[in-house]
């Protein structure tokens, strides 16, 4: 197994956002190229990395399996930057990383048995609302929902898309006409603001945003770009009475 990314950038910030969920994964390499998919140990939300095959500058390998310590992962490609070549090569029981530039850099991982069974992406799941937004207008609603609150709600009424969190203080944002995408229909449902704002983290490397979602239905986040997308899914927050 041999690959070869010119530009190691934007691997290496969705790396350090999966850190934020979770701590191990299986890195999947096929011929269509590389993929993780992974679950938080709170079952609330799920992550999913796509490299294509045609992102490398170098791709040469069989179906691979690779388990990985996310965080030791990361303070590896911590050390690559963007005039970096980055090449990941399994060598027995270890991921070796060469970080070639002015002068060559081998690191070697070991690998390990990641005990959680990863299930597939649900790409199956059907939404009434679809909404397509500026990753930075997202990113700004989501900072004034924490402000008040530890949940925000998502609500579609009419052709308007409205970002809200309500306790004692309020905040709320509105989104119509040309400043979004939408096709929906009026819906209501509640996020725990904790996991959007880790989310949120991916809003700065990408210029646009799709969210899909319904009322008391998980919220599918996708963040896409030429070479790369990463995709978010989260359980609804459900209010309990006492």
């Not at 002015?102 to 649900?122: A, G, M, T, W, Y």
Request: charged letters at 35%; one cysteine or more.
């Amino acid at each position: 197994m041999k690959l070869k990314l010119a530009d190691p950038t934007l691997f290496t910030k969705s790396i350090e956002l999966l850190c934020e969920l979770v701590l191990e994964v299986r890195i999947k390499i096929t011929e269509f190229g590389l993929s993780i998919v992974a679950i938080d140990p709170g079952n609330i939300s799920m992550v999913s990395l796509k490299i294509p095959k045609s992102a490398f500058k170098e791709f040469n390998s069989d179906e691979e399996v690779l388990g990985v310590n996310l965080e030791n992962l990361k303070k590896v490609l911590r050390r690559a930057s963007k005039t970096s070549e980055l090449i990941l090569e399994k060598k027995e029981n270890a991921l070796e990383i060469k970080i070639e530039d002015k002068i060559k850099r081998v690191f070697s991982l070991n690998l390990i048995e990641v005990e959680r069974e990863d299930k597939d992406f649900p790409d199956h799941l059907e939404f009434s609302s679809i909404v397509t937004m500026d990753s930075a207008d997202l990113i700004d609603s989501i900072d004034d929902c924490l402000v008040v609150s530890d949940a925000c709600s998502f609500i579609i009424d009419g052709k308007k898309f409205i970002i809200e969190a309500k306790e004692i203080n309020s905040a709320r944002a509105e989104f119509s006409g040309d400043k979004i995408e939408l096709k929906a229909e009026n819906c209501f449902v509640r996020y725990s603001l904790e996991y959007l704002q880790k989310f949120m983290k991916a809003g700065k490397y990408f210029p646009k945003a799709t969210l899909k979602f319904a009322t008391d239905h998980p919220l599918r986040m996708d963040f896409t770009s030429e070479h790369l997308g990463l995709s978010f899914l989260l359980a609804p927050r459900v209010e309990t009475e006492d």
